[in-house]
């Protein structure tokens, strides 16, 4: 049986130019002028965390920063 382990990373605000993804007050969500840096910025923290074996489940995206969601495969222990 498949067994996996989760982990919540946080990325604050100011290590982006622009949210990448917001949502407006009336629910309407959408991209927003991203510049070539900023997506640069959010696929090295993709790629850094795919490197450790991590596969994203889900992101987040606030005023605050960006919130990830990851899980990866727990190793079976050897008998």
């Not at 510049?35 to 605050?64: P, Y």
């Amino acid at each position: 049986m498949k067994r996996f382990e989760y982990d919540i990373t946080q990325h604050p605000a100011d290590a982006f130019d622009k949210v990448v993804y917001f949502c407006s007050e009336t629910g309407q969500c959408s991209l927003d002028e991203v510049s070539r840096d900023q997506t640069r910025a959010l696929a090295d923290i993709l790629n850094q965390r795919g490197k450790e074996g991590w596969e994203l489940v889900q992101v987040a995206f606030g005023e605050d920063g960006v919130m990830a969601f990851w899980k990866r495969k727990v190793k079976e222990k050897e008998k």
